[in-house]
């Protein structure tokens, strides 16, 4: 596309060139400042955490503690006394749909610090087909617009770091490339060293200039749903239970929440080697989704899935309302099916879809969903895929 001028023309590239430079020059891209950041207390973070995600107080009170003494750290002038702050990596272990990355989403809502989510199951060692360990590190660069001084003091949620876990007890004669190798990779970037991160990703560009990142400063924050890890538990629980005492040891072990019980010592046994495990000094666990937590997870937080729905036929200019005992309906299905909030929204899917397909095309503008209109829609659809096996 040409625009006309006085005494010549001017294309669009030119013009989308000519703005980029500008802002180049006049240094209008994003700035990680911390002389203007307002600094949240623990309490004010995790008042904001609440108002997304439904119970997990203890996960909460530990990020908003982690993320508050992050900052502190950054902001930490040099004085006489010399003492260096450490950083606190953190790992947290909970089953799907518990609100792991829905944790670290949230925060980053919140941050003044460049922040990334990155996904461990697709790395792998040095060399081979996948993704080297230091192209964790591009994408925080590039949510810092390739500013390393601001990179450096960003933070790093990883996660499935479990799919990252050893596949076996026994050091094998073959290759672990996706699996041990990787640990090892990671412990670098953990501990805090200078790492060549390639900017445009990894081996796809060779001749890419690599860009060094000093990660002393970076905040990791690592998730996992570590499934099958209660075996590892209970196996532990149950050997330090000899003698006369056993049944009163056993009686104040809660079996449905075994979760609560982790130790670093179970991570090692599912996986994990032990210079990573000390590398993530704060462990701590989410808590498998109750009744309540699943009701409330429908109506309460800002982005509740009731409020989707209904912001959704709003736009079409249609009234919508849940009829009494269809949340109550949808939660006894979420427990059924053992998928946590995800299954929440897989129920409410296949119970909207053809209300969502009818509606726009009607002249309705209020519609009710009654218990007896869910539970149809239900039969009708084969949900058996969505049953746990």
């Given at each position: 596309?040409?625009?006309?001028?006085?005494?010549?023309?001017?294309?669009?590239?030119?013009?989308?060139?000519?703005?980029?430079i500008m802002n180049e020059e006049l240094g209008t891209?994003?700035?990680?400042?911390?002389?203007?950041?307002?600094?949240?207390?623990?309490?004010?973070?995790?008042?904001?955490?609440?108002?997304?995600?439904?119970?997990?107080?203890?996960?909460?009170?530990?990020?908003?503690?982690?993320?508050?003494?992050?900052?502190?750290?950054?902001?930490?002038?040099?004085?006489?006394?010399?003492?260096?702050?450490?950083?606190?990596?953190?790992?947290?272990?909970?089953?799907?749909?518990?609100?792991?990355?829905?944790?670290?989403?949230?925060?980053?809502?919140?941050?003044?610090?460049?922040?990334?989510?990155?996904?461990?199951?697709?790395?792998?060692?040095?060399?081979?087909?996948?993704?080297?360990?230091?192209?964790?590190?591009?994408?925080?660069?590039?949510?810092?617009?390739?500013?390393?001084?601001?990179?450096?003091?960003?933070?790093?949620?990883?996660?499935?770091?479990?799919?990252?876990?050893?596949?076996?007890?026994?050091?094998?004669?073959?290759?672990?490339?996706s699996g041990e190798g990787v640990q090892q990779g990671?412990?670098?970037?953990?501990?805090?060293?200078?790492?060549?991160?390639?900017?445009?990703?990894?081996?796809?560009?060779?001749?890419?200039?690599?860009?060094?990142?000093?990660?002393?400063?970076?905040?990791?924050?690592?998730?996992?749903?570590?499934?099958?890890?209660?075996?590892?538990?209970?196996?532990?629980?149950?050997?330090?239970?000899?003698?006369?005492?056993?049944?009163?040891?056993?009686?104040?072990?809660?079996?449905?929440?075994?979760?609560?019980?982790?130790?670093?010592?179970?991570?090692?046994?599912?996986?994990?080697?032990?210079?990573?495990?000390?590398?993530?000094?704060?462990?701590?666990?989410?808590?498998?989704?109750?009744?309540?937590?699943?009701?409330?997870?429908?109506?309460?937080?800002?982005?509740?899935?009731?409020?989707?729905?209904?912001?959704?036929?709003?736009?079409?200019?249609?009234?919508?309302?849940?009829?009494?005992?269809?949340?109550?309906?949808?939660?006894?299905?979420?427990?059924?099916?053992?998928?946590?909030?995800?299954?929440?929204?897989?129920?409410?899917?296949?119970?909207?879809?053809?209300?969502?397909?009818?509606?726009?095309?009607?002249?309705?503008?209020?519609?009710?969903?009654?218990?007896?209109?869910?539970?149809?829609?239900?039969?009708?659809?084969?949900?058996k895929v969505l049953r746990a096996s």
């Open positions: 596309m040409l625009i006309a001028g006085l005494e010549g023309h001017i294309c669009d590239h030119c013009i989308e060139q000519a703005y980029g891209k994003k700035s990680f400042s911390f002389d203007t950041v307002n600094l949240l207390k623990p309490a004010e973070i995790k008042h904001f955490l609440d108002q997304y995600v439904i119970g997990q107080d203890m996960a909460k009170k530990i990020i908003s503690v982690a993320v508050y003494n992050h900052y502190k750290r950054l902001m930490q002038k040099p004085d006489s006394e010399d003492i260096e702050i450490e950083k606190s990596n953190i790992i947290l272990v909970g089953e799907t749909g518990t609100g792991k990355t829905l944790l670290a989403r949230t925060v980053a809502k919140m941050l003044h610090v460049p922040f990334t989510i990155v996904d461990a199951t697709v790395l792998t060692e040095a060399g081979y087909v996948g993704e080297d360990i230091e192209s964790l590190l591009t994408r925080l660069l590039q949510n810092a617009d390739y500013d390393v001084k601001a990179a450096e003091k960003g933070i790093v949620f990883i996660d499935e770091i479990d799919k990252i876990a050893r596949k076996g007890d026994n050091p094998s004669i073959t290759r672990d490339v990671l412990l670098k970037l953990l501990e805090g060293s200078i790492v060549n991160v390639p900017p445009q990703g990894g081996r796809k560009h060779p001749e890419q200039k690599m860009i060094p990142v000093d990660t002393k400063n970076i905040l990791f924050i690592c998730g996992g749903a570590f499934e099958g890890i209660e075996r590892k538990i209970a196996q532990r629980l149950n050997t330090q239970v000899v003698g006369y005492g056993a049944s009163k040891h056993r009686d104040r072990i809660d079996k449905d929440n075994l979760l609560q019980y982790i130790a670093p010592q179970d991570l090692r046994a599912y996986g994990l080697i032990p210079e990573i495990i000390g590398r993530l000094p704060v462990l701590t666990h989410l808590n498998p989704l109750d009744r309540d937590a699943l009701r409330a997870i429908l109506t309460e937080p800002k982005n509740a899935l009731v409020k989707q729905y209904i912001k959704l036929f709003k736009m079409d200019g249609i009234e919508l309302t849940f009829g009494e005992g269809v949340l109550d309906f949808i939660v006894d299905k979420a427990i059924e099916f053992k998928l946590g909030a995800r299954g929440l929204r897989s129920i409410c899917e296949a119970i909207m879809l053809d209300a969502m397909f009818d509606s726009p095309s009607a002249a309705t503008k209020e519609l009710l969903i009654t218990t007896d209109y869910a539970v149809s829609k239900l039969e009708r659809i084969d949900m």
